[in-house]
């Protein structure tokens, strides 16, 4: 059976169908980042004393800082883009949508700076548990990173067709890429400082 694509809001849930959609998927990635730290915390807490390293003499806090204004600013200009939509303001969405997808290869260039520096320092995911679990954590949250890119990038160019047929549909798109976007901001947000600072 197929579910179809509402614009409207259902009456039993106050959302539409791409809105609970996305609720659901945000779930389950809820659960895959939640194991993943609960994980970190029970390896963390089980390791002898002084056998764990701090983050910040290993990893480079000033550079993960900038990361993490880089993705808080996508997040405020993925907010312009869909407020530039409500309000029937197609340029400025291609504009603050075109910023958000730089930004998110503003993240992706300093997280490759600080790869690269690590590996040419010779700290690799197999020198200790503290370094496998960090390359674990931010490269599975790349990951989210270039698929939320490859999604907005696509909104911006081919899939903004829609704008022109169909705007509701069109912005409901946006929104739920925007969720999210906002969702691989804020797994940052506790990976910065739970990693970086701790």
Do not use: D, R, Y
């Given at each position: 059976m197929e579910i179809p694509y509402t614009v409207a809001e259902r009456p039993d849930t106050g959302l539409n169908n791409g809105k609970i959609a996305i609720w659901l998927f945000l779930a389950s990635?809820?659960?895959l980042?939640?194991?993943l730290f609960a994980s970190y915390l029970m390896l963390r807490m089980g390791a002898?004393?002084?056998a764990w390293p701090r983050g910040d003499s290993i990893l480079?806090?000033?550079l993960a800082t900038v990361n993490t204004v880089v993705l808080i600013t996508s997040s405020v200009t993925m907010v312009m883009a869909?407020?530039?939509l409500k309000r029937n303001d197609f340029g400025k969405f291609r504009l603050y949508q075109a910023l958000t997808v730089l930004?998110?290869?503003g993240f992706l260039g300093i997280k490759y700076v600080e790869y690269s520096?690590?590996?040419h320092h010779g700290l690799f995911p197999s020198t200790n548990t503290f370094l496998a679990i960090y390359f674990t954590l931010t490269g599975l949250h790349?990951?989210?990173v270039i698929g939320g890119m490859a999604v907005n990038a696509y909104l911006w160019g081919p899939g903004s067709k829609l704008w022109k047929t169909s705007p509701e549909h069109f912005t409901n798109r946006v929104e739920n890429s925007g969720l999210f976007w906002h969702f691989v901001d804020l797994v940052w947000i506790f990976l910065f400082p739970i990693l970086y600072l701790l």
């Open positions: 990635e809820v659960m980042f939640g194991a002898a004393p002084g480079n806090v000033p869909w407020a530039s930004a998110g290869f520096t690590k590996f790349g990951l989210h």
